[in-house]
């Protein structure tokens, strides 16, 4: 029961669908008429491209008085199912008079002959139909489907000014109707699948020229269609199968073109790929001894190519007067450093890529490195490359999300050598920017060193704290030298009392300086590490750097 119902609805559905197709098609005719309303008799016939001169019109006649409403549409005029031509209808509402036995209706195209026809009215009905307003129709005029046509209606004879002029615009081949039965506008329809693990699109036609071959083949759409080499010749007697093109690239612009082999025959042309945008971005060549990065755009489609930088959170962005707008052809940046952070954007209206053509790191030419020196660590750069760099303690303020840098400076390396930047007692909770100079386009990387507690001997902060250190070893080293001394005096003082005692004679000597110095000389070295207290801040800037 249901199935039923199901068939009955479907089949109601068809014929609505078929009802509703014919309708919007054109008005179909066998062949071409000259039409003239009731009692006028009238005859059509080629008119000569030269005409006897105008006459002067009889008082009162003008274009507006004369011709009513000049209307034009299209109809179609089949000898067979696709054999179908477009004809222009014109039709106009007439004011006869005495003097009026006829029109003539001229049509122009560019590049054309004009050619004229005119509808003459036997003598007896427009005698008799003089005074009265009647209609005259037309359908001889073949047109090309997006022809534009220049129509001139006159009066038969020609009075002078009294002339209408309009323009027609045929369709074109938009309709179904037309794009079935109109030669000019039989494509054939393509239907296709994509394998894209075999590289191949598998093709068939339908609704072609009956009788022709078929032509298919694989073009790169720009301003024309240009062929990629791949090209199939369809018999007639395999229409209808599917036929194999293997493709290279699934480019966006990478079309199937077919058309009827047959002269000027129209083409249909699909682009199976052509939503695939991001196919265009493969392909970045970068050479190392130039160090040019480029890239050719396969389609042309309006792209914003930028260099940026990666960082941590993905985001790729923007290196300073790194963009380019192309629409085709190629692109290169020099003096590109080719850092594993260093990627291209891609953009297209609101839609970006990023390709990463240095990630891997097998390019890279340079590294900030943390080393260990002895017990130390120390921050260098080393490079592949002789290279000259921009160096800068970044401090990140509270709350900060980004450090700051605030004083840079430039660093030379040369070839496979590491320079130390001697920083490594400064970075605590900050970083090191480095960035290359002697290049265009550059990532800058940032270093940050957290491990101040691990440092030698304390030498970590400078200012208060480090002021009642020093005060307090200075007090403590002096206090153990004056105790020294006093016990080094009471002891000799001992001594010599008693050899005094002794001997009672002998004389008072100084006490001896030399056994406090070792003391005093060892805390002297240990704060050579330590900058004054005054200076630490420019201290601090000035051993930034190693050179
Ligand atoms: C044409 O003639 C009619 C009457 O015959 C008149 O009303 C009209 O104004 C004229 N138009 C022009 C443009 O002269
Ligand atoms: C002019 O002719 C068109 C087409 O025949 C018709 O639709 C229209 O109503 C006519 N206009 C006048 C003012 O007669
Ligand atoms: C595409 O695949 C479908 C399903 O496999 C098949 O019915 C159709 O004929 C194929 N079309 C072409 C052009 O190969
Ligand atoms: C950007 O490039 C232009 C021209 O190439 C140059 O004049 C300008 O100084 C550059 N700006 C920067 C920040 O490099
Ligand atoms: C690229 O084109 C856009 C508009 O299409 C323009 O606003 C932009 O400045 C151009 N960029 C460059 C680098 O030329
Ligand atoms: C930058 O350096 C100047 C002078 O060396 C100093 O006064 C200033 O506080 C420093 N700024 C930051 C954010 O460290
Ligand atoms: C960096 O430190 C090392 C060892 O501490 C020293 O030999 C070298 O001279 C320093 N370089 C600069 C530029 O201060």
Redesign the pocket.
């Known amino acids: 029961m249901i199935l039923w119902v199901a068939l009955l609805t479907a089949h109601c559905c068809l014929v609505l669908n078929g009802a509703a197709a014919e309708s919007t098609g054109l008005e179909r005719i066998e062949k071409c008429h000259t039409r003239c309303s009731q009692g006028l008799h009238c005859k059509a016939k080629p008119d000569y491209i030269f005409r006897p001169p105008c006459q002067e019109a009889a008082g009162g006649l003008n274009t507006s008085s004369v011709f009513h409403n000049v209307s034009f549409s299209t109809v179609l005029m089949c000898e067979g199912r696709q054999k179908c031509s477009l004809q222009l209808r014109i039709k106009t509402a007439l004011q006869l008079t005495e003097s009026i036995q006829g029109v003539s209706i001229c049509t122009v195209t560019a590049g054309m002959m004009m050619s004229c026809r005119i509808l003459k009215f036997t003598r007896s009905s427009w005698k008799a139909m003089s005074g009265m307003q009647v209609e005259v129709e037309n359908d001889c005029t073949s047109v090309s489907p997006n022809q534009r046509v220049q129509v001139v209606v006159k009066t038969l004879p020609s009075f002078c000014g009294i002339t209408w002029t309009g323009t027609y615009n045929a369709p074109a081949c938009i309709s179904e109707d037309m794009r079935r039965h109109v030669p000019d506008c039989i494509t054939g329809r393509l ?3 994509v394998s894209l693990v075999k590289k191949e699109l ?3 036609v339908s609704e072609m020229m009956e009788d022709h071959k078929y032509n298919l083949r694989l073009c790169h759409k720009d301003f024309l269609c240009s062929g990629t080499g791949t090209h199939l010749l369809i018999k007639k007697e395999e229409l209808g199968k ?1 036929v194999t093109l293997p493709y290279s690239r699934p480019l966006p612009c990478l079309c199937i073109e077919g058309w009827s082999a047959m002269v000027d025959a129209p083409r249909v042309q699909v682009c199976p790929f052509k939503d695939r945008l991001k196919e265009l971005w493969s392909g970045i060549t970068f050479d190392p001894l130039e160090e040019t990065l480029s890239w050719e755009l396969a389609c042309p489609v309006a792209t914003v190519v930028a260099l940026c930088q990666t960082r941590e959170d993905g985001v790729c962005v923007d290196l300073p007067n790194a963009s380019r707008n192309v629409s085709r052809g190629k692109i290169s940046f020099t003096e590109v450093d080719p850092h594993p952070q260093l990627c291209v954007k891609f953009t297209v209206g609101s839609e970006f890529w990023t390709r990463c053509p240095f990630a891997d790191g097998r390019l890279k030419e340079w590294d900030v490195v943390v080393a260990r020196r002895g017990d130390r660590e120390e921050v260098a750069v080393t490079s592949r490359v002789n290279a000259a760099f921009s160096v800068g303690l970044c401090v990140t303020p509270a709350g900060a999300a980004e450090c700051r840098v605030n004083a840079t400076q430039r660093v030379h390396v040369g070839e496979n050598e590491a320079v130390s930047l001697n920083l490594t007692d400064k970075v605590c909770s900050s970083c090191v920017q480095v960035r290359r100079l002697d290049v265009k386009h550059a990532a800058t990387v940032i270093l940050c060193v957290e491990q101040c507690n691990r440092l030698a001997h304390g030498v970590v902060a400078c200012g208060t704290s480090w002021d009642w250190i020093w005060v307090f070893m200075q007090v403590g080293a002096w206090l153990s030298g004056i105790i020294t001394l006093s016990l080094l005096l009471h002891v000799l003082l001992s001594v010599y009392q008693r050899r005094r005692k002794q001997r009672g004679s002998e004389k008072q000597q100084d006490p001896p300086h030399d056994g406090v110095l070792p003391a005093l000389q060892t805390h002297q070295h240990g704060g050579i590490l330590i900058p004054d207290s005054p200076l630490c801040g420019n201290t601090e800037k000035a051993n930034l750097l190693s050179q």
Do not use: G, I, M
């Open positions: 239907s296709y699948n598998s093709v068939s599917s």
